[in-house]
């Protein structure tokens, strides 16, 4: 009969497990840094840069390191039983695609070797909506909506459609992983900021007269941030859970944004085709000739042809996820934007 453990032979708490994060300056890492921290939780952040300002005054350890180099993932992991996997290297246009696959793709495969090697006890790895299928005429696609690479636009998506298999294929190995898909999240600190940040930024400087109709599914970031953590708790190892909230097309978008900042919402309405024509035009010039990013990346162009509506029921369901209106994740957004000084 075994004896029962002393105190001192407890197992920790999921407090006192140390817990990687990679990818913890950007966005959403951040937001899933400043939650685990209120819980509690003892936090280590993978990054390249050890002053980076999204870490500052936040009381983490920071490991130096890179998706690519596998010796400095298995040193950022000693000693960690939980690993947040949200790095990624997003955006819409790249002059080389090849070093977005190699940190993307390549880089997940060296981490969660690296995991599956030193037997992390949870894994969260953060995907997007942009890999799951989606039918593209407003009926919100599902974590079971069928789907190929052939569908992925864009190296950016294409890329994380591949991560993503290779994250399911470690989940089938054994490693206890959970997969998250969040939308298109909005709030503070987005500092870079994201596309989605960028198009209010330029709502707010009056620098959008017209725009190209779509749909986009909003959440506020630190709902994503929670889902994160609930994912870890609850979910299932090998399934996906879409962290979303509310389907809107963008002039609805814009309707809110206009109430919120006392602009007035754009009110030309622009075709697709010749969009998508000066688009070409834009990357071909501006990205292939001039090496500089194009105003109009055409992936996002493309991307715009399919309302991204997804359902979310899922991880309401399972995950206990709770939603804060988007209406409230916008004014955040608006407030951070003026604050810093980007309007």
Not at 196 to 204: A, C, E, R, W, Y
Request: hydrophobic share 40%.
């Amino acid at each position: 009969m075994t004896a029962s453990p002393t105190d001192n032979q407890k197992s920790p708490t999921v407090n006192q497990l140390k817990t990687l994060v990679t990818g913890g300056s950007g966005f959403v890492g951040r937001a899933v840094v400043l939650e685990l921290l209120a819980q509690g939780r003892s936090v280590r952040v993978l990054a390249r840069n050890p002053q980076h300002p999204a870490l500052a005054g936040l009381p983490v350890e920071v490991a130096l390191g890179d998706l690519r180099d596998r010796a400095s993932l298995e040193s950022a992991l000693t000693g960690c039983s939980r690993l947040f996997h949200l790095a990624a290297d997003y955006r819409l246009w790249v002059p080389d695609p090849e070093e977005m696959y190699a940190v993307n793709v390549e880089g997940t495969r060296n981490l969660l070797a690296a995991a599956l090697d030193q037997g992390v006890s949870r894994v969260v790895y953060t995907s997007t909506v942009g890999a799951l299928g989606n039918p593209g005429d407003g009926t919100p696609g599902s974590e079971a909506t069928p789907v190929s690479l052939a569908d992925m636009v864009g190296h950016y998506k294409r890329s994380k459609f591949m991560a993503e298999q290779v994250a399911l294929e470690f989940a089938a190995r054994g490693l206890p992983l959970v997969v998250v898909n969040p939308s298109t999240p909005v709030g503070p600190w987005d500092w870079r900021p994201t596309p989605t940040g960028q198009m209010i930024v330029d709502f707010l400087k009056g620098r959008m007269p017209a725009y190209l109709e779509t749909g986009l599914n909003l959440i506020h970031v630190n709902d994503v941030a929670r889902g994160h953590l609930l994912a870890e708790a609850r979910g299932q190892a090998g399934e996906k859970y879409i962290l979303g909230h509310e389907n809107l097309s963008l002039s609805q978008i814009f309707q809110l944004l206009s109430k919120i900042s006392g602009r007035p919402a754009p009110r030309v309405r622009l075709p697709y085709w010749p969009v998508l024509a000066l688009a070409y035009v834009d990357e071909f010039w501006t990205g292939q000739i001039r090496g500089k990013t194009p105003r109009m990346p055409l992936t996002a162009i493309r991307m715009a042809k399919k309302y991204m509506y997804f359902d979310n029921q899922k991880a309401v369901k399972y995950l206990g996820l709770t939603l804060t209106p988007v209406c409230q994740a916008l004014e955040d957004a608006v407030a951070w934007f003026r604050q810093q000084n980007y309007i």
